[in-house]
């Protein structure tokens, strides 16, 4: 019972306001009671003896203050006045000494009188090792809820709920008992959220949490693509945490047959952000990690060349001659458009478009356009870069406004994620998180500046990686200037 954890919590006071059951006691509502102890404080057990007291046993329970100098003055305390009685062989096996360090001795009857909660805590499981007890296994996984990208909330807000980190769960071997006929997994799943208590001097509370369980159907098994929203919609969950409460870690045991799972934690409101350890602990082989797309890009599929269909040949070249007339209504007799030109041609262009919100786009973001499409060096794009680049963006501006549900004109943080898979980038949940904060405002809305230039953006990054590996192996080397050439005109 070493490093266990109490709380008086029937002593916490009532009413005082409308703070949910079972939360944490903020410190300006610990006092001093008249035996001692300081009502709604956390004291760790120390130890367990038995002591011989005029004859017969009684049970002891050693505790200590983690704030020294505040101690229990009752029964066995170090100033009671029967310890007189106690021979002096037990109270030095007992290393009684009358000093206020915050450690003291109390009967086990005053014990569960005065303390209603016990808390065991251990590292992991696997700590409760003996040569009797069977071991657990153990799988630690680390994560965060970001707020308009990875922070969803609960299973009663279906848009965002599937944005939640996901984790597969691996059940190998059922349990060894011979008096259960069934297939079972036995295993424990506990949540801990990061770094709560040291924020409450900010003024944070513990969030509300918990985490469901739902079995990855056969055909998905070996898959680790991040499950979406309608795998959620249509599919029940198999297990789940009993309540979300506001509590420093939330767990729970469950038996459930063998076969992949997802566990998804998440806090009880969307757009709540944090930190969080999950661990699974099971009595037999298990394999737990975090859902992690490969990142990669798709490629074009080169088109074979076909002959063109009869009656179209001066159509189509019709169309080209009518955009090489616009382009050099543009770009003048040198058929090249710089920065500040492009910038005039795509605000005036958007413009026209009353269903886009945005701001206009800047000079840098065209700037980073020119770097994407310029393939010869110049610093300007050509009527052929030009015309890449165009079809590039009508290709991203169907995806904005196939996800531009509302025509608000601008996208929620939350379907970037499915926005930027739907244009052949595969990334994972930390770039996706990189995503939110560069181009979401504090709405977590995206408008359509920004949108084109993150996937301006993405895609000028995988065309220079690819470009430098070689082999194809997913590493690149890349010396000081390389670096430099690559991030300096982008």
């Known amino acids: 019972m070493d490093n266990s954890q109490l709380r008086d919590s ?24 008249a035996c001692g102890l300081v009502k709604g404080h956390a004291y760790s057990v120390t130890g367990l003896e038995e002591a011989l007291f005029k004859g017969e046993k009684v049970k002891l329970v050693r505790l200590r203050n983690p704030w020294g100098q505040v101690e229990w003055n009752g029964s066995w305390s170090d100033g009671w006045k029967d310890w007189s009685f106690v021979d002096k062989a037990e109270k030095a096996r007992l290393q009684h000494q009358v000093t206020e360090d915050g450690e003291f001795w109390m009967s086990y009857d005053d014990f569960i009188y005065h303390f209603t909660k016990l808390e065991i805590c251990n590292l992991t499981a696997d700590a409760l090792e003996s040569d009797k007890l069977q071991t657990w296994t153990v799988s630690v996984n680390e994560g965060r809820w970001v707020r308009g990208c990875s922070a969803g909330g609960c299973r009663n807000f279906p848009d965002t709920f599937w944005t939640n980190p996901q984790y597969r769960l691996k059940l190998l071997e059922e349990d060894d008992d011979p008096d259960d006929s069934e297939v079972i997994c036995s295993f424990l799943v506990a949540l801990m959220q990061k770094n709560r208590r040291k924020d409450r001097k900010l003024g944070a509370n513990l969030f509300t949490i918990g985490f469901a369980i739902y079995e990855v159907p ?18 029940a969950s198999k297990a789940r945490s009993k309540t979300y409460i506001n509590m420093r870690e939330v767990s729970e045991r469950f038996r459930l047959p063998p076969s992949e799972y997802v566990i998804v934690p998440s806090t009880y409101e969307p757009h709540q952000e944090g930190e969080f350890i999950l661990r699974v602990f099971s009595e037999k082989r298990n394999l737990s990690e975090e859902v992690e797309n490969t990142i990669s890009v798709d490629r074009p599929v080169k088109k074979k060349k076909t002959k063109p269909r ?15 007339n616009i382009f050099r209504q543009i770009a003048g007799d040198d058929m090249e458009v710089c920065a500040d030109e492009l910038k005039n041609i795509l605000n005036t262009v958007v413009n026209k478009h009353k269903d886009l919100k945005t701001q206009g786009f800047t000079l840098e973001s065209c700037r980073s356009m020119i770097a994407l499409m310029d393939t010869d060096g110049s610093g300007r794009l050509n009527l052929q870069e030009f015309h890449h680049l165009w079809k590039k963006i009508k290709a991203w501006q169907r995806i904005f406004k196939h996800y531009d549900t509302d025509q608000s004109g601008t996208i929620n943080s939350y379907e970037m994620r499915n926005a930027v898979n739907d244009a052949g980038f595969h990334l994972n949940s930390q770039l996706y998180d990189i995503i939110t904060m560069r181009y979401a405002d504090k709405h977590m809305n995206i408008d359509f500046d920004s949108f084109i230039c993150c996937f301006v953006r993405l895609e000028g990054m995988f065309r220079a990686f690819n470009a430098f590996d070689k082999d194809g192996d997913g590493i ?5 200037l390389e670096w430099l050439q690559l991030t300096m005109y982008a």
């Open 10 to 33: 029937d002593l916490v006071p009532r009413g005082s306001d409308d703070r949910p059951t079972r939360t944490i006691v903020p410190v300006q509502y610990e006092t001093r009671m």
């Open 218 to 235: 056969k055909e998905m098994h070996g898959n680790k693509q991040h499950l979406q929203k309608d795998f959620f919609l249509y599919n």
């Open 310 to 324: 009869p009656g179209n040949t001066d159509q189509e070249s019709e169309e080209q001659l009518q955009f090489r």
């Open 476 to 480: 690149i080397k890349l010396n000081v």
